[in-house]
């Protein structure tokens, strides 16, 4: 939770505790404290041990943190856009080995740059929020909503998808071919 707000603080930004998410623009009235929270409605429906929801874990992980990305880390995008870019745009099959092996090919990318994947603008990162999660009752329910949630988010980095395609061809190569 530290982490969070030191990385907002870094942007100049002070975490709003009332009202709408000032990131993904959620009709929330806890601000991201809140949208956080939304996010636990998925654990409470599926069984994340179960390898059937994995790929709604990695969506979920990676619709949250582009939707609300001024709180983590500057190459965080790199890796949840490439991972949505692999999934959407390339079908694999992720899973929890997957993701050291991406960081690797993102640790070798970044090495002497240093570039941000600049979000589009505050609240206007998908139609899809948090919100959106809590309409969700039953496991299918579940991994539909927040496939359409990831799906909003990975589009509306468009700007970003060419980089995020070659970042994901030096993964292909590397680990898939
Ligand atoms: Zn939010």
Known sequence: M????????KKGITLQHEGPCQFCGSHVSQGIWECLDNVHHIAEILDFTNPKYYVTRFL???AMALQHCEIHGPWNNHI??????LIFEKNVAWNYS??????????????NKKEFLTPPPLTKRGSLTTSDLLIASTPDECMKIVREWAK???????????????????????YHS
């Open 98 to 111: 997957k993701t050291p092996l991406l960081s690797n090919i993102i640790n070798h990318y970044k090495k």
């Open 80 to 85: 949840h856009l490439t991972r949505l870019y």
């Open 152 to 174: 909003e988010v990975y589009l509306s980095f468009k700007p970003h998808h060419t980089l995020a395609a070659s970042i994901a061809n030096n993964y292909i190569k590397k």
């Open 60 to 62: 979920s992980v990676d």
């Open 2 to 9: 530290q982490d969070l707000i030191d990385y907002a603080k």
